[in-house]
């Protein structure tokens, strides 16, 4: 029995030596050992194998399913003009230029638009082209081949016993850091040395979090990116959001009060940094937000300020109609486009189906997250230029 606790003990300190050394460390002086780049470069050989043999499989079974269109329902091609054409062929002309039963094509119509319009389909995970490997897909399994099942086999075991346990290692390190870190840094006087210290403790804490994902951060124009005293504005996808944004600079954000793990996250930053927090439904709060927002631009000394002007989570696809109220305060914004790769993860939040720690537990079991990031050139509002224009 000593045996065994002797060879636990020394696979928990050769684990952690891994952890600390070799992903920690290097992270939070922004520095890669490129362990995570060979690891995407294998993984997209693999997935392009396993589209070619998906694409066999069809072809030699033909009862394996096409993968779905982006739609839930299948619409009719051709204009409108030439599907009444086609309605009309059978009937005779001596039955006349209208029939009670066109009214059904109408009708149809209507409700395809209902079920399926644009704008809904921004709230569900994005289908994909081919499948990834992953169980979460909305495509199910079907078997196409003992090589690719083995493959599939393997991929599960690699993310759930190798990757989760170091990811969640990691994650569980960057998130305690960050609680402990902010609080001791809100006990401090108001100083240069805490501005210092608070952005030092944000800095890291994310890096090591991003570590925790394996994520594959590409920055572009990076000459744009936000200064002291501006608005940053980017589409919203996922709460993680903020932590790639903030692996290449600090940010006092700005977003709607959370209960659970995001609340105690939320508590413990604002005590070092200038976060504004807020509740929704509460029209006094909108009012003191703006105040607060209007006051933190002016002093061009603070971070800038990340806000999400979609107000929700979008699946990725396409960005909705920016709210206008994010742009009253004025002062110069910064835009930036974030575009997450579908193929080795869905990072999309859906809060009305997923809580803040299944979300994680999903993000942590998938391939990885590669996103691209371009920071855009600053913009300002024209004396002359009406606000919902801008927007």
């Not at 890096?207 to 940053?232: D, F, V």
Request: net charge positive.
């Amino acid at each position: 029995m000593e045996d065994l606790w002797c060879v636990a003990g020394a696979i928990f300190q050769l684990w952690m030596v891994v952890v600390v050394f070799f992903i920690m460390l290097p992270a939070m002086f922004g520095l890669s050992l490129g362990v995570t780049g060979v690891y995407i470069q294998i993984l997209v050989k693999i997935l392009e194998w396993a589209t070619i043999r998906i694409q066999k499989g069809r072809q030699e079974q033909p009862s394996v399913p096409v993968p779905l269109h982006t739609g839930i329902i299948e619409r009719a091609r051709g204009s409108m003009e030439e599907q009444m054409g086609q309605l009309r062929c059978p009937r005779p002309p001596a039955a006349g230029e209208f029939c009670l039963s066109d009214a059904m094509y109408f009708c149809k119509k209507g409700l395809e638009s209902i079920v399926d319009d644009q704008v809904t389909q921004r709230f569900s995970s994005e289908e994909l082209a081919s499948w990834n490997l992953l169980t979460r897909t909305n495509q199910n399994f079907y078997y196409i081949s003992l090589r690719l099942t083995i493959i599939w086999g393997l991929g599960v075991f690699v993310r759930y016993c190798i990757l989760f346990p170091l990811r969640i290692t990691l994650a569980i390190i960057g998130l305690s850091w960050l609680v402990i870190g902010t609080t001791l840094v809100g006990f401090l006087p108001e100083s240069s040395a805490k501005k210092w210290l608070s952005e030092l403790v944000h800095l890291t804490c994310y890096r090591i979090c991003a570590r925790g994902l394996s994520a594959t951060i590409h920055y572009h124009n990076k000459e744009n990116r936000p200064q002291k005293g501006g608005i940053c504005v980017a589409n919203h996808t996922t709460p993680i959001d903020v932590v790639i944004l903030a692996n290449d600079g600090c940010y006092a954000m700005v977003g709607q009060i959370h209960g659970g793990l995001m609340g105690v996250l939320q508590r413990s930053m604002v005590r070092s940094c200038p976060h504004v927090w807020f509740e929704r439904s509460e029209m006094k709060d909108r009012h003191t937000v703006t105040s607060r927002l209007r006051d933190h631009v002016a002093a061009k000394t603070k971070l800038p300020i990340l806000i999400f002007p979609e107000g929700t989570c979008v699946n990725n696809t396409s960005v909705m109609m920016f709210k206008k109220g994010s742009f009253e305060i004025g002062g110069t914004i910064y835009p930036v486009a974030i575009k997450y790769d579908p193929r080795f993860g869905d990072a999309f939040w859906n809060s009305s189906k997923y809580n803040m720690v299944s979300y994680l537990l999903r993000m942590m079991t998938s391939w990885a997250i590669v996103v691209n990031v371009w920071y855009l050139p600053p913009m300002t509002i024209q004396v002359n230029l009406k606000l919902p224009t801008f927007t």
